[in-house]
């Protein structure tokens, strides 16, 4: 089992910069990818960004070039550093986990992100 507690939404205005941060707890051994998924009003939730243990990035391109995430493997933390936010980017943001051998998630509880003026 994987604990993980979220950080750091806000209120923000369009074009400021927020960071999110995850930490994990419990099995943290098993953890293969650490990430961000997000779920707009009415949308499906999507994938953000997400971290390999091994080092490699992936960003959705919605948020590629703006969105930085980051890993402090001592902490077992992982963050969202979030610049040049848009409307579209008001969303609920959620870290996930998935862990070996059977790519199981897990999630945080969610923290709410909006962008508005």
């Known amino acids: 089992q994987v604990q993980l507690e979220e950080s750091g939404g806000g209120l923000v205005q369009p074009g400021g910069s927020l960071t999110l941060s995850c930490a994990a707890s419990g099995s943290v051994f098993t953890i293969n990818a650490m990430g961000w998924y997000r779920q707009a009003p009415g949308k499906q939730r999507e994938l953000v960004t997400y971290i390999m243990s091994g080092g490699r990035i992936h960003y959705e391109d919605s948020v590629k070039g703006r969105f930085t995430t980051s890993r402090d493997n001592a902490k077992n933390t992982v963050y969202l550093q979030m610049n040049s936010l848009n409307s579209e980017d008001t969303a609920i943001y959620y870290c996930?986990?998935?862990?070996?051998?059977?790519?199981?998630?897990?999630w945080g509880q969610g923290t709410q992100v909006t962008v508005s003026s």
């Open positions: 996930y986990t998935e862990t070996t051998p059977w790519g199981r998630k897990y």
